[in-house]
């Protein structure tokens, strides 16, 4: 695990499992035998070098009969699974109504595959090692389940066209990638927009970004830079992001335009 995933709660975790597993006089083989890990997987988290899932803490916490001591580092050990500077933004993210999203480099990580997902992280320099690797993956793709929550949260993208030509990972990890962009376009929440390359008008020259709403209509603006990000709230930098959104999907390919230049996309690979 990286520094940059830095948190202490892997850890506080693993000896609590730890702790919990010796005093049931249970080997790390049974217990992973009766939650449906391997040996080596419960070593790992045990030792804070993986962080588990919430179904996998609730089972265990079942198991070693610990009475709800676990459960209790549900939401702490999901933070954790992001980098320090996306944790916050995830907390918000889960729990929005609506989320809107402007791309410039890569696919949205909430429309990336697994595939996909892993070439953008092991293309980090420094790079990462293989463990967090996967464990971010994991991370990105469990953010996805907000597609499948009731109510449903509105949420659409805009993202540049120079993203789905770029073939990252190869052809077939791209047309992997270009068939789930037009799978989840097709829901009833979602909208996907394609900025051309060809536009003489661009309203976002300056970056990505996020906006953000909650079921308290408290409106959030989610900015990521180099090795560092800022949620905003002021009113003020909110609705110029908001605004910029606007003239930007009007500047964009409709989704039905957009979805059917992935599938041109999709055919021509």
Known sequence: ???????????IFGRQLKRLRTAAEMGRAELGSRTGYSESTIASFEQGRRIPSAEFIARADEVLGAHG??????????????PPFFQDAAKFEKEAVAL??????????????????????????????????????AARLARQAI??????????????????????????????????????????????????????????LSGRFTLIETAKGRRIAYVEAFKSSRLFTDRSTVRELDERYGVLRAQALTPRESLALVEKMLGDT
């Open 1 to 11: 695990m990286s520094e940059e995933q830095g948190t202490g709660v892997p850890h």
């Open 69 to 82: 001591v676990l459960l209790e580092l549900v939401e702490e050990m999901e933070r954790a699974q992001y």
């Open 147 to 204: 597609f499948r929550r009731r109510p449903m949260p509105v949420i659409s993208f805009v993202m540049e066209e120079a993203i789905l030509r770029k073939q990252l990972g190869g052809p077939a990890v791209m047309r992997g990638q270009l068939e789930q962009i037009l799978l989840i376009g097709e829901q009833p929440n979602v909208e996907i927009q394609v900025m051309p390359d060809a536009r003489e008008e661009h309203a976002a």
């Open 100 to 137: 809107h999203f402007f791309a410039v480099q890569t696919v949205p990580g909430l429309l990336q595959t697994q595939d996909y997902a892993r070439v953008v992280f092991a293309m980090r320099r420094p790079p990462l090692d293989e463990e967090t690797i996967e464990q971010r993956v």
